[in-house]
């Protein structure tokens, strides 16, 4: 195992650095929630560069990049708090891909690998209804859960919008309305890959909300020295960084085993889920103490990236179920069941 990215890596981390720094900032992560029409323009940048296609095999029309390269893309969008659009396509690509028959990756893995029909990631509930994430606008959804994944077309649903915890995405209710396509093949593998992915764009927010602190600790003032100064707040920065790079490992580890030893992904992809959702619920509440009232105000970031841990991190399984789910690996007890969206 290699232990650092290759020119190419840093290639595709470096290139969807710069467009989501051109294309994206905070203010406009605050403002979709309200429905600003700055996600859909970051989306059309997404599609012209073409990173949809990033991990979508080339026999469909993708670049058949690895989950290495997929979380690399994640965790940028992590960072830069960008909407669900290209996690929930990247997520349904790899779902179709994984889990689907042969027609239906034909039918759809095309569409999403050049971002021309999108595909939205769901939670499927109980009654038969769903939850979608930034749904409006795509082709089609695969709602998750109960150990089941439905493909349905978009215009075999109804969408409604929904009130969620994380106020950069917009979460709608979904009504299917039409038939389904049931996914009957290797879901669980299909799902734990999208696992890491998500653990990816955790490792993003955290690293985020790191950065924001360390700025607060180096330019605020507290009896003529910087607070980063105090060893109240320098020791709460170290263990930012070590959740931060600990969670960043994890994941990269659970990449490689995805691309590599697949057989050992089960326990890779919760390890890196437990880690990383974990490490971003610490790194964001911390930096709310760092950044002290102004922290707490409506008009700053922290509320923001605090809000995105909580919800992506009880996606596709909670830390607890992912924990159960590692002691069960390893002998301990617990339920190994595969995660389901939430």
């Known amino acids: ?5 290759d020119d190419d890596q840093r290639a595709v981390r470096d290139g969807i650095d710069s467009l989501c720094r051109s294309a994206w900032s905070p203010a406009s992560a605050r403002r979709h929630g309200a429905g600003d029409d700055d996600a859909a323009a970051l989306w059309r940048e997404l599609v012209a560069a073409g990173w949809p296609g990033i991990a979508v095999a080339q026999a469909y ?26 996690f929930g396509n990247a997520a349904v690509a790899a779902l179709v891909e994984g889990a689907g028959d042969d027609d239906q990756r034909q039918r759809w893995l095309p569409g999403f690998a050049s971002g021309e029909a999108r595909g939205a990631l769901g939670s499927l509930q109980p009654d038969g209804t769903g939850l979608a994430l930034d749904a409006e606008g795509a082709a ?29 995405r917009r979460l709608s209710s979904v009504t299917l309305t ?16 999208v696992e890491v992915a998500l653990s990816a764009e955790l490792v993003g927010v955290a690293q985020r909300a790191l950065d924001l602190a360390l700025d607060q600790a180096r330019s605020r003032q507290q009896f003529g020295r910087p607070i980063g100064a105090y060893q109240a707040v320098s ?15 994890a994941v990269l580890a659970a990449a490689w085993t995805a691309d590599h030893s697949p057989q ?23 930096s709310l103490q760092v950044h002290g009232g102004i922290g707490f105000t409506w008009e700053h970031d922290c509320h923001l990236l605090l809000r995105r841990a909580v919800a992506s991190g009880h996606l596709l399984g909670s830390p607890e179920a992912h924990l159960d789910r ?17």
């Open 264 to 286: 050992a992904l089960p326990f890779a992809a919760s390890v890196a889920k437990v880690s990383a959702a974990q490490g971003a619920w610490r790194v964001t509440t911390a």
């Open 235 to 249: 020791h709460r920065c170290a263990d930012m960084l070590l959740d931060v790079e600990s969670a960043r490992s």
């Open 1 to 5: 195992m290699r232990f650092d990215l």
């Open 178 to 193: 039409g038939g389904t396509d049931e996914l009957r093949g290797d879901l669980g593998t299909a799902l734990e890959r």
């Open 140 to 168: 089609a959804l695969v709602l998750v859960g109960g150990g089941r994944a439905m493909l349905v077309a978009a215009g075999d649903c109804q969408l409604e919008p929904a009130a969620g915890v994380d106020l950069t």
């Open 326 to 342: 590692v002691a069960a690996a390893r002998g301990l007890g617990g339920a190994a069941a595969v995660p389901t969206a939430q």
């Open 61 to 86: 029309g993708g670049q058949g990049l690895g989950t290495v390269e997929l979380t690399l893309v994640c965790e940028t969008m992590g960072r830069a708090l960008a909407p669900g659009m290209f």
